[in-house]
């Protein structure tokens, strides 16, 4: 990896700390804009973070809400993603080739192909730096840490689908 691709990388992840911060803190004003913004630019990833509040616990749903806003900073500067919204049916193709993904790896752990299977799919996801640092907050958040197991994946496996269709959006559309 050169220098130019690994400065990026901690200034994303020093930009990623510094937005969580801000909702950590109830940047009232901050957190407002954000949600608006993903309201009228991701109806359908508004709708999934309301659909927390009725199965999960009200802690649980607020984090997740966190999260996602996390996920919105991070691509609502990209005109595509702003103008393009996920719709449950690529949200639901992205979960199905995921769900699959992880079904596969699970035949193939302990076998030599499973690393270079994981490898592969790491070289092909620009997304890895967030995903890193939500699985981080997942493991320094004790409402998440503690989240039943079963939430927790189905959870997991949504983020990373979001983040795959804005990925895809940004690579099939125009960039601000």
Not at 146 to 168: A, H, P, R, W, Y
Request: with cysteine; hydrophobic share 40%; glycine share 4%.
């Amino acid at each position: 990896m050169n220098n130019k691709k690994l400065l990026a990388q901690a200034k994303e992840l020093s930009d990623l700390d510094a937005v969580t911060r801000r909702i950590e803190k109830r940047d009232l004003p901050f957190i407002r804009s954000l949600s608006d913004e993903l309201a009228k630019h991701q109806p359908f990833m508004m709708s999934v973070i309301m659909g927390y509040t009725i199965d999960l616990k009200k802690e649980e749903a607020d984090a997740l809400l966190k999260i996602h806003l996390l996920i919105w900073w991070k691509y609502r500067q990209t005109k595509s993603c702003r103008n393009t919204p996920v719709t449950e049916a690529l949200h639901t193709k992205a979960m199905m080739r995921n769900t699959g993904f992880f079904k596969y790896l699970e035949k193939e752990e302990g076998t030599p192909m499973f690393s270079q299977t994981i490898s592969d799919d790491f070289k092909h996801n620009d997304h890895l730096v967030l995903l890193g640092y939500i699985t981080q907050l997942f493991q320094k958040w004790p409402v998440l840490k503690n989240m039943e197991e079963q939430d927790k994946g189905i959870v997991t496996l949504s983020i990373k689908s979001f983040t795959e269709c804005f990925e895809e959006m940004i690579k099939n559309g125009i960039r601000k």
